[in-house]
């Protein structure tokens, strides 16, 4: 009978690359050290696995980072994980992630859960009006804000994106090539993402004195189902928008499936501008125009801030780092179609709710 092959030990990964115990536990744990190469060679070689429980018992970490977002649905957040998760591996964290929801209650249930088992969180807020978050600041666990922050100021490192900017510039792409009746369905005004496209947005409009209709003025949740009901309900309208400006990419989907459903010609009808480009934007039939931002950076950065905290590397002070946006212009914004195309559709209420072209 074979014996069974035992796994490498510390012991052979040192003898390997000619240097003490001490060094190799020493770049396990992320410190510099000089035989750095040697040493991941010899792992690489052995196939060395270290016990990560024995680990953490003897340096008080677990080696885990608690991510916590509001939908992990949402390809934005998939894209940061990756960022997130390139910069934990060369550092030997590994990522738990969290669905919040967007719920404020659920979040908080999820923090209770995580902060005796992770050596820090990176969480995006449900709300700006968040308690639970100020647990993590009491309890001393390292805590790094992404794409969203609390109204108070209160002291996290955070890193966000120029939001504001992005819509506004949204804004001005319309209403320079004409469009007056401009729709905006975006997420709640009590996020940090919601509250600032909203803010970016009217800013656009005021430039040129242009109003905002209480019926153009729509909150979809930041979800594709309830923006493709708000898309459905201004196309029903009279005077229906010669545009439609949707605060993240779910909700661009839910618009875009409607027009689809509606059969309106995009931008012959209407034009379409996206915060938020999408993974096959450039595919599309036409292809969407979106404000586009660098969300694998964005959470790169945040996990490079939250292992400085962990280590103690970083100042007291909290940074604050806003990112820069980019307007993408494709093919789906145009000049709006004359007086006579303003209504894409006649459309029939029909008993569920929905709308049908007759």
Same mark, same amino acid.
């Given at each position: ?96 992630? /969290? &669905? ?5 209650? @659920?979040? $908080?249930?999820? %923090? *209770?859960? =995580? ?73 709640? /005004? &009590? ?5 600032? @496209?909203? $803010?970016?947005? %009217? *800013?656009? =409009? ?153």
């Amino acid at each position: 009978m074979r014996k069974p092959v035992s796994s490498p030990t510390i012991h052979d990964v040192a003898a390997r690359a000619g240097v003490s115990i001490a060094t190799v536990s020493r770049h396990m744990r992320g410190e510099k050290v000089r035989a750095a190469d040697a040493v991941e060679a010899a792992v690489a070689e052995l196939g060395y696995s270290p016990n990560v429980v024995a680990q953490s018992l003897k340096s008080g970490r677990t080696g885990m980072i608690g991510v916590v977002v509001p939908d992990v649905t949402n390809p934005f957040f998939a894209a940061v994980a990756k960022g997130l998760g390139q910069v934990g591996r060369g550092e030997n964290f590994r990522i738990l992630l /969290a &669905d919040s929801d967007e719920s404020a209650e @659920r979040e $908080e249930e999820i %923090l *209770a859960d =995580l902060v005796h088992r992770v050596d820090g969180i990176i969480l995006a807020p449900a709300t700006e009006q968040d308690q639970a978050p100020l647990q993590l600041r009491d309890a001393g666990v390292p805590a790094v804000f992404l794409d969203r922050e609390l109204a108070g100021g209160e002291p996290f490192d955070v890193v966000l994106v120029d939001n504001a900017g992005g819509a506004r510039a949204a804004v001005t792409h319309l209403t320079t090539l004409g469009h007056t009746r401009i729709a905006m369905i975006n997420g709640p /005004a &009590d996020t940090t993402p919601g509250r600032g @496209r909203r $803010e970016g947005f %009217l *800013a656009g =409009l005021a430039v040129t004195d242009i109003e905002l209709p209480p019926e153009f003025d729509l909150d979809g949740g930041f979800r594709e189902d309830s923006a493709h009901q708000l898309a459905l309900q201004l196309l029903a309208l009279p005077e229906p928008p010669t545009a439609i400006f949707t605060g993240n990419n779910l909700m661009t989907i839910g618009v875009l499936k409607a027009l689809q459903e509606m059969r309106v010609e995009v931008p012959g009808e209407i034009s379409i501008v996206g915060f938020d480009d999408l993974a096959l934007g450039s595919l599309l039939h036409p292809p969407l125009t979106c404000v586009n931002r660098p969300d694998v950076e964005q959470g790169a950065l945040a996990m490079r801030l939250l292992l400085n905290r962990i280590r103690r590397h970083a100042p007291d002070r909290p940074r604050r780092i806003v990112l820069d946006t980019e307007l993408i212009v494709r093919e789906s914004t145009g000049r709006p179609a004359g007086p006579r195309h303003q209504r894409p559709r006649n459309l029939e209420i029909t008993r569920s709710g929905a709308t049908r072209p007759r």
